[in-house]
């Protein structure tokens, strides 16, 4: 049987769209672990970090991991720190397969461009800043992330030849 998919990677590297994308094929429900909270919760994300505090809002994030976990296999799409605080990442990895979807700090910049008022994590950032942000940002989680049952690189790659590269890996180990 399949088991969960969980998409990590920083913010703009695609795992909602990716995630939705994998969804059907793979005959799971797709669930964003931000918008899953923000059901829960009543609030926007943005308004749960300010008001919880970061602490809070992590705590929030892995009660809802493992509520999830404990459900039917679905492809989810985690928030960006999510690998990065208790022990998310061993647990993703203990109830599922986790695809690292990786994006150079230039590209994630280009992404997120647009998003600059949007984003709390980028509050301050400049289009001028955000490359070295991100690439520092990248820095302090690399560790995590690179805990990837999988990397997929995503640079110059269309949606369709990420999908299909992420579902050739789970195709080969349905354990």
């Given at each position: 049987?399949?088991?969960?998919?969980?998409?990590?990677?920083?913010?703009?590297s695609?795992?909602?769209?990716?995630?939705?994308m994998?969804?059907?094929?793979?005959?799971?429900?797709?669930?964003?672990?931000?918008?899953?909270?923000?059901?829960?919760?009543?609030?926007?994300?943005?308004?749960?970090?300010?008001?919880?505090?970061?602490?809070?809002?992590?705590a929030?994030?892995?009660?809802?991991?493992?509520?999830?976990?404990?459900?039917?296999?679905?492809?989810?799409?985690?928030?960006?720190?999510?690998?990065?605080?208790?022990?998310?990442?061993?647990?993703?990895?203990?109830?599922?397969?986790?695809?690292?979807?990786?994006?150079?700090?230039?590209?994630?910049?280009?992404?997120?461009?647009?998003?600059?008022?949007?984003?709390?994590?980028?509050?301050g950032?400049?289009?001028?800043s955000?490359?070295?942000?991100?690439?520092?940002?990248?820095?302090?989680?690399?560790?995590?992330?690179?805990?990837?049952?999988?990397?997929?690189?995503?640079?110059?790659?269309?949606?369709?030849?990420?999908?299909?590269?992420?579902?050739?890996?789970?195709?080969?180990?349905?354990?």
């Amino acid at each position: 049987m399949m088991r969960s998919v969980f998409l990590i990677g920083f913010m703009g590297s695609g795992k909602s769209t990716i995630g939705r994308m994998l969804a059907e094929p793979l005959g799971l429900p797709y669930i964003d672990l931000d918008q899953y909270l923000e059901q829960q919760q009543g609030q926007s994300v943005p308004a749960l970090f300010e008001r919880l505090g970061e602490a809070a809002f992590r705590a929030l994030e892995r009660e809802a991991l493992h509520t999830l976990a404990a459900g039917p296999p679905a492809v989810v799409a985690t928030g960006g720190g999510a690998p990065c605080h208790f022990d998310n990442m061993a647990f993703m990895k203990s109830v599922g397969k986790t695809l690292y979807l990786k994006a150079s700090p230039e590209e994630l910049a280009l992404r997120l461009k647009p998003e600059l008022g949007n984003r709390p994590l980028l509050e301050g950032q400049t289009k001028q800043s955000l490359p070295g942000f991100i690439a520092d940002m990248l820095a302090k989680r690399a560790s995590f992330y690179d805990q990837a049952d999988i990397v997929v690189l995503t640079d110059g790659q269309t949606k369709q030849d990420v999908v299909r590269r992420c579902l050739l890996f789970l195709k080969g180990s349905r354990t």
